[in-house]
């Protein structure tokens, strides 16, 4: 994604939020047409696959207990672990980026 102050930064944002959220928000209009909107509902998605992790951290073991054996378990928390982090760096990023496409500039902190 280009930096805001590019050129055609704002396109780029936008390939790059779709590129985030599930794939049949590129059939709303409103979404196509409204960077902002998009960068509202593209942070949703992110916090609700962060919930979702955070929900299967907690629930693995009682879930599959006895149904795969315990190395595969401690292999999936690893994962939703792994995904949640992911997640919540992605949902800093949007956030970023939904800040920009209101008109906020982000000066790195040294």
């Known amino acids: 994604m280009l930096p805001p102050q590019a050129p055609d930064w704002e396109r780029s944002a936008v390939a790059w ?3 985030q959220c599930p794939p049949d928000y590129r ?11 998009l960068a509202r509902f593209a942070a949703g998605h992110v916090e609700s696959a962060v919930q979702a992790a955070r929900q299967g951290i907690r629930t ?8 795969v054996p315990p190395e595969v378990i401690e292999a999936a928390l690893v994962a939703y672990d792994r995904e ?8 800093r ?13 982000h000066r790195p902190r040294l």
């Open 60 to 67: 693995t073991r009682a879930d599959l207990s006895g149904v």
């Open 84 to 91: 949640g982090r992911r997640l919540v760096a992605l949902g």
């Open 93 to 105: 990023e949007v956030a970023l980026v939904e800040a920009a496409l209101r008109g906020e500039r």
């Open 17 to 19: 939020l779709f590129d």
């Open 27 to 37: 059939a709303h209009e409103v979404l196509r047409r409204h960077p902002v909107v």
